[in-house]
């Protein structure tokens, strides 16, 4: 095993701290409170690679691996997690799926945008009723010989006004269940599409969650990847590679929490010393920066089981829940470490609580990886 980080990898992990210090952080509040979208900082985001990190050269991404996108995603979450998801479902759902599994047609008119940043996608998979179960998908494609006509509901959708792309998931073959399942290519502007009210969301609140409604959609066959009922299939490979973003922004929050906690804890005095110097405060630290290098190492695990080509579903699954478990307990510890000052929104923690919880939600609930962990580890 090889702990040791390679000069590339430090040179992207740099990088992208200072790109969220430089242009993410000015601003990170305001945008929060008034649920701003980061457009600019997103655009900038493209123009450096970060949209399309592990996409091939060829197809105008930066042909980096899996463990660089995980460093990058740590240090953007650290500051903005509301870019940071932007940067995973671009990255690990829209181009990593057309990439794995689109036609070159389909590379070359929608991945090599994508992949430079020039336009941002979106991966439609929940539903009003279904959620993220996708066996129970409600929305329909009608096989019309040389189109589909595409009806329902797509609801939490990341990116769903921003993005220009979609992956749509919806049901083609009700009878046969989840093998009756396609994923469909859908253009943000093509006649049909409703975009509905922005999500007012406790965190991640710069981020553009809508519902997305499709009435009579006419999706080109051409825009259905892989073969006919292979949706259901698409859906599970490729949020599988999703759960190491998530697991990552998780990893960051839990980061920058800490560091700000640390920072804090060193300045704070109380009964004539600084607070780091308290039992107390100096096992909470402990704790954190223990279960933040859990994270670390099973999200770094995970994205070394993809670059290997192994099968990384247990070990995304693991990185998930632990590391959005770790950002949730972490960030709130370090609200606790502030104090009152911890409530207050000028010192970040807060926010990074509030936008902790997501990660323990999407991408799969922590439940539902308990029972991917689970089935893998009984058979």
């Known amino acids: 095993m090889d702990f040791q980080l390679t000069e590339e990898h430090l040179m992207i992990q740099k990088a992208a701290r ?20 980061p457009a600019e900082q997103i655009k900038k985001l493209g123009e450096l690679g970060f949209l399309g990190m592990m996409v091939s050269p060829k197809y105008g991404g930066a042909g980096l691996d899996t463990i660089s996108y995980v460093l990058a995603m740590e240090e953007i979450s650290k500051i903005d997690a509301s870019a940071s998801v932007v940067m995973s479902v671009n990255n690990s759902l829209v181009c990593w799926g057309l990439e794995t599994f689109g036609t070159e047609e389909q590379k070359q008119k929608y991945l090599v945008p994508l992949a430079s940043g020039q336009v941002i996608g979106a991966f439609m998979l929940s539903e009003p009723e279904a959620g993220s179960d996708a066996t129970s998908q409600r929305t329909t494609a009608e096989d019309k010989g040389d189109h589909y006509l595409l009806n329902g509901t797509k609801n939490w959708i990341t990116n769903g006004n921003s993005a220009s792309v979609y992956l749509v998931m919806a049901q083609t073959h009700p009878e046969k ?29 710069g ?28 859906a599970m490979k490729t949020l599988a590679g999703g759960r190491i973003g998530i697991a990552s922004q998780a990893l960051g929050i839990a980061s920058g929490a800490y560091e700000l906690a640390l920072k804090y804890s060193k300045e704070r005095k109380a009964f004539g010393k600084e607070i780091s110097q308290h039992q107390a405060i ?36 693991m990185a998930k829940v632990f590391a959005s478990e770790a ?53």
């Not at 200072?18 to 979208?37: M, T, Y």
């Not at 859908?186 to 969301?201: F, L, R, S």
């Not at 960030?331 to 923690?349: C, D, I, L, P, R």
């Not at 689970?374 to 058979?379: D, P």
Request: glycine share 8%.
């Open 207 to 234: 981020s553009d969650t809508h519902s997305v409604m499709f009435q009579d959609v006419k999706v080109p066959k051409e825009n259905r990847i892989g073969e006919d009922g292979f949706g259901f299939k698409f």
């Open 282 to 317: 100096q096992f909470k630290l402990a704790d954190m920066a223990t279960r933040i290098e859990g994270a670390r190492l099973l999200c770094l695990k995970a994205a070394w089981d993809k670059d290997q080509h192994n099968d990384y579903t247990l070990s995304s699954s």
């Open 18 to 37: 200072d790109f969220a210090v430089n242009e993410l952080l000015p601003g990170v509040i305001e945008r929060d409170e008034h649920q701003k979208f």
């Open 327 to 379: 950002a949730m307990w972490v960030s709130t510890e370090a609200v606790q470490v502030h104090g009152g000052y911890g409530y207050v929104k000028e010192y970040h923690v807060e926010r990074l609580m509030r936008d902790a919880k997501i990660t323990q939600i999407y991408e799969g609930t922590s439940e539902v990886q308990r029972i991917v962990i689970s089935r893998a580890i009984l058979s």
């Open 177 to 205: 269940g989840s093998k009756g399942i396609n994923a469909l290519i859908v253009e943000k502007d093509m006649p049909g599409v409703t975009i509905g009210a922005k999500e007012n969301k406790l965190g991640i609140r």
